[in-house]
């Protein structure tokens, strides 16, 4: 592990994997779906899942006919992963290793890579994607899919607040448009974003999470804090509290020497 917010990551993951891999949000299968038919990989392709977790994005992939190489920094979500695609045989490899781990450069070049649900985690989300581009071939695809946040600074900051207080290894939610900026800075073209909206139960996304602050104190922080654009509570008749949600899928092609 190279640094202290990749080893706090993997003990999180660790930890929660079980959980993890049966939450809704990230197991819905035509949620899954979507995200494969968004990054329209031509067909055969090897892919790489960067922060694969327990291979949820990997098995859609596998399962739609391309090969896939996951890495994640948590031995356990890589062993949960590769249970989980055993059935595709060597379509499917799995590193326990950083997407920075230089290793990963003999792997490469991929033919597109993926990553669900990791930005938010990352120091620098710039030096991420830049970091997938440099591992795919020319004219290859780079997808990135997120939780988004609001485009008003004082709102993400309310939103990145309770995000923080709940995950120990939370470190920023992107807007759509930073998203489609992040694919732009990193030298990608053509790209698409499609937003589309999910739901999160409270107390099954507080529980597998890695709190800094009490359950009481966040649900109190959210409940009572301005309305946020992609993370809007909403008390139930049973009294349970749905968080409307959005996340983002963002597309783009690293240019080849003659067409950028
Ligand atoms: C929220 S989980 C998402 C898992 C999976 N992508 C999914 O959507 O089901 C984030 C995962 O990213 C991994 N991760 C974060 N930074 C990473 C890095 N630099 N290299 C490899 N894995 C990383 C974490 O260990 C964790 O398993």
């Given at each position: 592990?190279?640094?202290?917010h990749d ?6 993951f ?15 299968p ?8 968004f ?15 327990p ?15 996951g ?40 033919d ?46 309310h ?24 694919l ?27 709190p ?16 946020i ?16 949600c959005?996340?983002?899928?963002v597309?783009?092609r ?6 950028p």
């Open positions: 592990m190279s640094n202290d080893e706090a990551l993997a003990r999180a660790d930890a929660q994997a079980p959980r993890f891999e049966r939450a809704p949000v990230q197991s819905d035509a949620a899954l779906e979507r995200l494969v038919q990054a329209g990989f031509p067909p055969g392709s090897r892919i790489l899942d960067a922060g694969c977790g291979g949820l994005v990997c098995g859609a992939l596998l399962a739609a006919g391309y090969r896939v190489v890495v994640d920094l948590s031995r356990e979500m890589i062993e949960r992963a590769r249970r989980r695609c055993e059935p595709w045989g060597d379509r499917a490899e799995f590193h326990h290793l950083s997407l920075f781990d230089t290793a990963l450069d003999d792997l490469a070049p991929f597109g890579a993926l990553s669900r649900y990791v930005v938010h985690h990352v120091i620098d989300p710039l030096a991420f994607a830049a970091r997938q581009v440099h591992l795919m071939r020319a004219g290859g695809t780079l997808v990135i899919s997120d939780h988004l946040t609001d485009p008003q600074p004082e709102l993400a900051g939103h990145e607040a309770i995000e923080r207080a709940r995950d120990q290894t939370h470190t920023t939610n992107l807007t759509g448009g930073q998203l489609v900026d992040l732009y800075r990193a030298g990608l073209g053509q790209i698409a974003f499609l937003e589309e909206s999910f739901e999160l139960d409270f107390d099954e996304w507080f529980d597998r999470g890695t800094r602050d009490s359950k009481d104190h966040v649900r109190a922080k959210l409940l009572t804090g301005p309305a654009r992609g993370f809007r509570p909403s008390v139930q008749p049973d009294g349970s509290i749905r968080i409307d959005l996340r983002g899928m597309r783009g690293k240019p080849t020497e003659n067409a």
